[in-house]
C-alpha cells in the first residue's frame, strides 16, 4: 500500500498524464514519422523522389512546434543531403530559437505575445522570397502549427502592421473564435489563405501540419498558407461588423480595404499553380489517445470527453468541477476524465491589473465552484500543449484540495480573481501552476481530471 497522501498522489499523476499526452505530439517526432531518406528515395508524407532527379528544397513555415520540426526534419534527412539540397527559413516565437545545421529559424514574436510584429513582417517576407524563386523541379516542404498565424504576419499593401495589431487584439479580447480571427487575418494577408502557395513557383509543395484547431479545417490552422481559402472578403467584413460594439478603433482603412475586396472577389482570386498537398500529422486526438494510455497503465477508468470542446473557459472549468464531484461521489475507485479543444475567455471592463490566459481561468472556476465543497481526492488540470497560456510563463494551473486549503488560509477567493479575468496571482499564490516552458509542439488545450 503506497504511503503517498492521495491528494498528492493524484496531482502527480494528472501532471504525468498530461505530459504524456505532449509527449505523443512531440514535434520532432511526428516530422520524423512521414520524413525519411532510404537509399538514393526522398519519402515526405507518402510522397517519393529519386534523390538525383530532385532539384533544391526549400523549407519554409511557422508555428510554435516549428522549432521542433525542422530540428526532425534535418535528422530525417541526414548531414549530407542537407548540406547538397536543402535551405529553409521557419519563423517561431523567440524563445524557441535554436542553432539547427542548415535551416534558419527566426524570432518572429517575443514568447508569450500572440500578436503579429515587425519581426514576423521581416520573416514572412523572406519565406515569400525563397518561394517565388524556386522551379518546377524544386520541392517546397512548408511546416505549419498553431500559433503560425501571428507569426506569419504579411498585410495587404494599404494596411499596416500596426492596424492588424488593432484588429487582431480587438477580435480576441471581444470573444472572437479562431475561426472568425483568421478569417479576418487571410482577408488583410499576403501570405495567409492560400496566397503562400500563390507565390510559390516550385513544382510541387507538400505541408506537414501539426494541428490545434477543432476539426483539423486545412483553410483555419494557421490561417490556412497553402489551401485554397474557403471565406471571403465579405465573410471578413461581417466578422468585423458582428464584433464593432466591441470594438470601437478599427482603423477605416481596414473597412475600406475589405469592402473594396468584396466587391472585386472574382477578379482577385489567383489561382495555386503548383501541386499542393496538406498533410496533419498530429492534432488533439493522438494526445488525448496517449493521455488516456497513460492513465489505463495508471490504474484509472477512464472517460474522454474528446478533442472537440469550445465553449467559454469559466463554463467549462464550472461543468468539469461538477462531473468531479459526481465521479468522487459515486465511488467507483479512480475514474481519469480527458477532455480536449479550446475555449475562449470573454474579459470583462476593468481598471484594475489582471493577468493570466483560457486555461488559468478554466481552473479557476472550478476553484470556485469547489470552493465551499471537501475537494479531497480530486484534481482538475488544464493546460496548453504548447506550453503556453496567454502572456504569461504557465502553460495552465490545477486545482485539489491543497491549492484551496492554502487559498483559505490566504484569505483568496477565486471569486474576486475570477471576476476580472486575474487567475494568474490566484496560482502563483497557492502554488497551482503548471509551468513546462516551451514545448515545441501545440495541438490545443488538454485537460486531466482525477478522482480517487
Known amino acids: 500500500m503506497s504511503t503517498v497522501p492521495i491528494d498528492n498522489r493524484l496531482r502527480r499523476d494528472a501532471i504525468a498524464i498530461w505530459q504524456a499526452g505532449v509527449d505523443a505530439v512531440n514535434a520532432q517526432r511526428l516530422v520524423k514519422s512521414v520524413v525519411r531518406i532510404k537509399g538514393n528515395t526522398l519519402s515526405i508524407a507518402g510522397e517519393q523522389w529519386a534523390i538525383d532527379r530532385v532539384g533544391r528544397i526549400a523549407v519554409v513555415g511557422g508555428g510554435k512546434a516549428g522549432a521542433g520540426m525542422a530540428a526532425g526534419f534535418e535528422q ?42 515587425e519581426e514576423g513582417v521581416l520573416g514572412a517576407e523572406k519565406i515569400l522570397k525563397i518561394v517565388s524563386q524556386l522551379s518546377r523541379e524544386d520541392v517546397c516542404i512548408v511546416l505549419l502549427s498553431g500559433g503560425g ?61 501539426i494541428s490545434d484547431v477543432i476539426g483539423d479545417p486545412l483553410d483555419v490552422i494557421a490561417s490556412g498558407p497553402t489551401v485554397a481559402d474557403s471565406t471571403t472578403a465579405a465573410d471578413a467584413l461581417a466578422v468585423l461588423q458582428k464584433f464593432v460594439p466591441s470594438m470601437p478603433d478599427v482603423p477605416a482603412n481596414i ?5 473594396e475586396a468584396a466587391q472585386n472577389e472574382d477578379v482577385s482570386d489567383q489561382p495555386i499553380q503548383s501541386s499542393v498537398r496538406n498533410v496533419i500529422i498530429g492534432n488533439i486526438d493522438v494526445a488525448i489517445s496517449a493521455a488516456a494510455h497513460e492513465a489505463a497503465q495508471r490504474g484509472y477508468d477512464v472517460e474522454s470527453l474528446g478533442g472537440k470542446n469550445a465553449g467559454i473557459a469559466r463554463e467549462v472549468g464550472m461543468d468539469l468541477a461538477e462531473r468531479c464531484l459526481r465521479n468522487r461521489n459515486e465511488g467507483k475507485g479512480p475514474r481519469c476524465m480527458l477532455s480536449g479543444g479550446e475555449p475562449v475567455v470573454r474579459l470583462v471592463a476593468t481598471d484594475s491589473p489582471r493577468l493570466g490566459g483560457r486555461n488559468q481561468e478554466l481552473v479557476l472556476s472550478a476553484a470556485e465552484r469547489l470552493w465551499k465543497e471537501d475537494a479531497s481526492n480530486l484534481v482538475i488540470l488544464s493546460g496548453g500543449t504548447d506550453g503556453e497560456d496567454g502572456p504569461t510563463d504557465a502553460a495552465g494551473a490545477f486545482v485539489d484540495a491543497s491549492v484551496l486549503s492554502t487559498a483559505h488560509k490566504l484569505g483568496i477567493n477565486p471569486s474576486d480573481y475570477l471576476a476580472i479575468n486575474n487567475s494568474y496571482p490566484f496560482f502563483a499564490s497557492t502554488h497551482g501552476h503548471l509551468t513546462t516552458g516551451p514545448t515545441h509542439t501545440n495541438v490545443m488545450d488538454l485537460r486531466v481530471c482525477l478522482t480517487g
Open 76 to 117: 530525417a534527412v541526414g548531414d549530407d543531403f542537407l548540406t547538397s539540397k536543402v535551405t529553409g527559413w521557419v519563423n517561431v516565437p523567440a524563445d524557441c530559437v535554436r542553432p539547427l545545421k542548415q535551416l534558419h529559424l527566426h524570432p518572429a514574436r517575443p514568447a508569450g505575445l500572440n500578436e503579429p510584429t
Open 149 to 209: 498565424s501571428a507569426l506569419l504576419p504579411a498585410p495587404v499593401g494599404g494596411v499596416s502592421l500596426s492596424d492588424k495589431q488593432v484588429v487582431t487584439r480587438g477580435l480576441m479580447q471581444a470573444g472572437a473564435s479562431i475561426d472568425e480571427l483568421n478569417c479576418v487575418r487571410k482577408h488583410l494577408s499576403r501570405i495567409k489563405g492560400g496566397r503562400l502557395a500563390q507565390a510559390c513557383t516550385a513544382g510541387t509543395i507538400i505541408t506537414l501540419i
Open 255 to 259: 473597412f475600406e480595404h475589405l469592402k
